[in-house]
């Protein structure tokens, strides 16, 4: 009776245990690693074996920050078997991340390998390991080249946006200090980089210096969206080309 109780709380389940090969991936990366399943007691009937990308954004909800979690991609590992008392199983997996997952080591942000087994207990074993996500060289190449510009990065975040998320309802944000030629003529320039195989999708958040009627009324922010080819990236003029963009739309 007792271990029949145990088993439908989740005590006496099978374990999961995913081990990464290369826990730090860039942007659009492949993630390479072994699940572990350790049997329970009984033989036990695995319905699924889901691998999820997991990161987490801020959403305003009246005065406060809430922070949400959101799946970036999802990969079956296993479709239905069964595993026998306490044996032990590894799988390799391997999964490419999407090129707008945060990155992760350029400020604080939560990225995370979420391993799920489903079956018919009532708690479903699962387990979280977390990733460290480098930028995309397109990432790399848009952040040094603002940065060139005489802009310091002083805040990464991932915001609720879904006017600009695109699959996803937020945005990664990338926020610069003026520090050079548009110092005192930038309030500051937030950045939100998505890479893709091809290029990369730029939006300028323009805030100027606009006085407390553009700030009340919102006339001193603008959008301004840029797409730039792997070509485009490698033009050793690219900043000067940024430079021009940015004066043109002040």
């Given at each position: 009776m007792f271990k029949s109780l145990f088993k439908k709380i989740g005590f006496g389940n099978a374990k999961v245990d995913?081990?990464?090969?290369?826990?730090?991936?860039?942007?659009?990366?492949?993630?390479?690693?072994?699940?572990?399943?350790?049997?329970?007691?009984?033989?036990?009937?695995?319905?699924?074996?889901?691998?999820?990308?997991?990161?987490?954004?801020?959403?305003?909800?009246?005065?406060?920050?809430?922070?949400?979690?959101?799946e970036m991609a999802r990969h079956k590992l296993f479709d239905r078997?069964?595993?026998?008392?306490?044996?032990?199983?590894?799988?390799?997996?391997?999964?490419?991340?999407?090129?707008?997952t945060p990155v992760t080591t350029m400020g604080w942000q939560k990225v995370y390998l979420q391993t799920t087994l489903e079956t018919s207990a009532f708690f479903d074993p699962n387990d979280t390991d977390p990733i460290q996500v480098a930028p995309h060289?397109?990432?790399?190449?848009i952040l040094s080249a603002v940065q060139g510009l005489g802009f310091s990065l002083y805040k990464v975040d991932c915001e609720y946006a879904p006017r600009f998320?695109?699959?996803?309802?937020?945005?990664?944000?990338?926020?610069?200090?003026?520090?050079?030629?548009?110092?005192?003529?930038?309030?500051?320039l937030e950045t939100y980089?998505?890479?893709?195989?091809?290029?990369v999708e730029v939006v300028f958040q323009i805030d100027r210096r606009g006085g407390f009627f553009g700030e009340m009324f919102g006339t001193d922010e603008s959008y301004n969206f840029v797409n730039l080819?792997?070509?485009?990236?490698?033009?050793?003029?690219?900043?000067?080309?940024?430079?021009?963009y940015i004066l043109q739309r002040m």
């Amino acid at each position: 009776m007792f271990k029949s109780l145990f088993k439908k709380i989740g005590f006496g389940n099978a374990k999961v245990d995913a081990r990464l090969r290369n826990p730090s991936v860039a942007q659009g990366g492949v993630l390479e690693g072994d699940v572990f399943i350790t049997g329970a007691d009984d033989a036990t009937t695995i319905d699924e074996l889901h691998l999820r990308v997991m990161t987490e954004y801020k959403r305003k909800s009246g005065d406060y920050d809430v922070t949400e979690s959101v799946e970036m991609a999802r990969h079956k590992l296993f479709d239905r078997f069964t595993i026998q008392p306490r044996e032990q199983r590894s799988i390799p997996f391997a999964m490419q991340i999407p090129f707008e997952t945060p990155v992760t080591t350029m400020g604080w942000q939560k990225v995370y390998l979420q391993t799920t087994l489903e079956t018919s207990a009532f708690f479903d074993p699962n387990d979280t390991d977390p990733i460290q996500v480098a930028p995309h060289p397109y990432t790399e190449r848009i952040l040094s080249a603002v940065q060139g510009l005489g802009f310091s990065l002083y805040k990464v975040d991932c915001e609720y946006a879904p006017r600009f998320g695109g699959r996803y309802p937020f945005v990664q944000e990338f926020e610069f200090k003026p520090t050079g030629e548009f110092r005192g003529r930038l309030d500051e320039l937030e950045t939100y980089i998505r890479p893709n195989p091809n290029g990369v999708e730029v939006v300028f958040q323009i805030d100027r210096r606009g006085g407390f009627f553009g700030e009340m009324f919102g006339t001193d922010e603008s959008y301004n969206f840029v797409n730039l080819s792997a070509h485009d990236l490698q033009n050793p003029q690219l900043g000067t080309h940024l430079r021009n963009y940015i004066l043109q739309r002040m």
